[in-house]
C-alpha cells in the first residue's frame, strides 16, 4: 500500500511516539555491583542487621550526631552507640570520642553496596553532621576488581553528600590485610585520587599498620583484619585530628 503524505507523517509521529520509549525503557542498568544499593544478611549470628538499622535511626531521632562513622566491622566492632555484642577497642574510643556526640554506623560485613542502602535509607536523615568518616572496601576485595571498589566508593560519597550537605568527609583508606596488603596499597593509590574530584579529604591509615616489608604487623591485629586494642589506640588519635 502506497501511503500519502499525509499518512506517511502520521506513521512515522506514532514510530517516534511509542518505539522510541520502549527502546528506553529496555536500556541495560549498571551491572556494578558496588553501585546497586541492597540489604545484608552475612552476619546474623553474631548481630541483627535490620534491627541495628532500626536502632541507629531511633538513636538519631533521639540525640542527633554530630560526627558519624560509616563503615563495617572494623568500626562496629571498635565501640560506641547502638553499642556492639563485640568491642575490641572501647578505651580507646571513650577517650577520643565519647564526649563528642558520635554515631557508629559501622556494620559487620557490610559491603560498599550494603552501606549504599543505608545511606538511601534514613540513616543520615534528620541531622547535620559536623563530620563523617568513611571506611569502605575491604569486605569486596573478594568479589569485585579494583575499579568496581573504586566505583562503588564515588557513588557511596556521592549519596552522603547529597544528604549531609555541611558535613566534612574524611575517607579513610582501605585498612592492611593479611595476604591482600600490596592489591590494598593500590587501591588505595587509586582511591586517593578519587577524593579531590568528590572534594572530601582522604587519610591512609595503611603505614601505621605495616611493618617496613609491606606486611601487616600482627601485633596490631586480632586477626589480620581487625585491630586489637594495640591498633585501636593507634588509630583513634590519627582519626581525631581530623575531627578536632
Do not use: C
Not at 81 to 107: C, H, M, T
Not at 228 to 239: E, S
Amino acid at each position: 500500500m502506497i501511503l500519502n503524505p499525509l499518512q506517511l507523517v502520521v506513521s512515522i509521529a506514532l514510530w517516534v511516539l511509542y518505539a522510541t520509549p520502549q527502546k528506553i525503557v529496555a536500556a541495560p542498568r549498571d551491572s556494578i555491583s558496588t553501585t546497586r544499593p541492597v540489604t545484608q544478611n552475612r552476619d546474623s549470628t553474631v548481630y541483627n542487621w535490620r534491627e541495628r538499622h532500626d536502632q541507629v535511626i531511633a538513636l538519631n531521632r533521639q540525640r542527633p550526631p554530630k560526627v558519624v562513622f560509616i563503615g563495617n566491622s572494623i568500626l562496629h566492632y571498635w565501640s560506641g552507640e547502638p553499642v556492639s555484642p563485640i568491642r575490641r577497642g572501647e578505651d580507646a574510643w571513650d577517650q577520643y570520642f565519647k564526649k563528642k556526640d558520635v554515631r557508629n554506623l559501622g556494620f559487620g560485613y557490610d559491603r560498599i553496596e550494603n552501606m549504599l542502602w543505608r545511606v538511601q535509607n534514613g540513616e543520615l536523615e534528620g541531622f547535620s553532621a559536623s563530620h563523617i568518616i568513611l571506611l569502605a572496601g575491604t569486605n569486596n576485595l573478594s568479589v569485585n576488581t579494583d575499579t568496581e571498589i573504586v566505583k562503588g566508593i564515588e557513588v557511596l560519597v556521592q549519596e552522603i553528600k547529597r544528604r549531609q550537605t555541611k558535613a566534612k568527609i574524611i575517607l579513610l583508606g582501605i585498612l592492611p590485610r593479611k595476604g591482600y596488603e600490596s592489591r590494598i596499597s593500590l587501591l588505595n593509590d587509586k582511591i586517593a585520587k578519587v577524593a579531590p574530584k568528590l572534594q572530601i579529604l582522604y587519610a591512609d591509615t595503611g603505614s601505621m599498620f605495616l611493618r617496613s616489608n609491606g606486611k601487616i604487623n600482627e601485633s596490631l591485629f586480632s586477626d589480620g583484619v581487625h585491630p586489637n586494642t594495640i591498633g585501636y589506640n593507634l588509630l583513634a588519635p590519627f582519626i581525631n585530628n581530623y575531627i578536632k
